[in-house]
């Protein structure tokens, strides 16, 4: 069956990085864009970025454009989120998936500190 299995997450300084992994199984993983989504306390689940299964092509939220940079390993079947000049609102469980919503990993945990 589809697995995403997100790591990476933590606890960060305001103005630091993190890197985000999802390590994906159980499809044909090249085949399928891929996504990343946050939910922060009280607010709903929202876009976050995402890649084309072919790399060619990358979106992103306004609030992380510039920030935010997605990948993706097709022979590792691993997506990564590369999240440099991190603020206090990117505090939230960060979530892998396949397509935009298809599949959804369980989620790592993200906290900016002051």
């Known amino acids: 069956q589809v697995q995403l299995l997100e790591s990476g997450g933590g606890l960060v300084q305001a103005g630091g990085s993190l890197r985000l992994s999802c390590a994906a199984s159980?499809?044909?993983?090249?085949?399928?864009?891929m996504g990343w989504f946050r939910q922060a306390p009280g607010k709903e689940r929202e876009f976050v970025a995402a890649?084309?299964?072919?790399?060619?092509?990358?979106y992103y939220a306004d609030s992380v454009k510039g920030r935010f940079t997605i990948s993706r390993d097709n022979a590792k079947m691993t997506v990564y989120l590369q999240m440099n000049s991190l603020k206090l609102e990117d505090t939230a469980v960060y979530y892998c998936?396949?397509?935009?919503?298809?599949?959804w990993g369980q989620g790592t945990q993200v906290t900016v500190s002051s």
């Open positions: 998936s396949r397509g935009l919503g298809m599949n």
């Open positions: 159980g499809f044909t993983f090249s085949s399928y864009a």
């Open positions: 890649i084309s299964w072919s790399v060619e092509k990358t």
